[in-house]
């Protein structure tokens, strides 16, 4: 049975730092796209991130240059380095896998979330 569950999650101010950790487990956690989503209340879910098996990596806009997405396929465990944190990164973020691909997959799966709060 798949599980994600992230952690790292909390409450900083504007420009400070904080490192998500998803712990995958379950399923064969190399052969899947990794990926990071967001939800702030009353917005819907938008993605942050995206790791692919092929190590390669894709950002929303809004976070490049300030978020960076890693991943220890030993440990079977997702990262989320975020910098630079602004008031608008508050949100619930969550850990994902997609097979076989980040763009079009056949099975998903999700944690239950980790709450990032950023005051100003």
């Known amino acids: 049975q798949a599980q994600l569950v992230e952690s790292g999650g909390g409450s900083v101010q504007a420009g400070g730092s904080l490192r998500l950790s998803c712990a995958a487990s379950?399923?064969?956690?190399?052969?899947?796209?990794m990926g990071w989503f967001r939800q702030a209340p009353g917005k819907e879910r938008e993605g942050v991130a995206t790791?692919?098996?092929?190590?390669?990596?894709s950002y929303a806009d809004s976070v490049k240059g300030r978020f960076t997405i890693s991943q220890d396929s030993a440990k079977n465990t997702l990262y989320l380095q975020m910098n630079s944190l602004k008031p608008e990164d508050t949100a619930m973020y969550y850990c994902?896998?997609?097979?076989?691909?980040?763009?079009?997959?056949?099975?998903?799966?999700w944690g239950q979330g980790t709450q990032v709060t950023v005051s100003s």
């Open positions: 994902a896998a997609f097979y076989p691909s980040c763009a079009a997959y056949e099975y998903d799966y």
């Open positions: 379950g399923y064969t956690y190399s052969s899947y796209c």
């Open positions: 790791i692919d098996s092929d190590g390669s990596t």
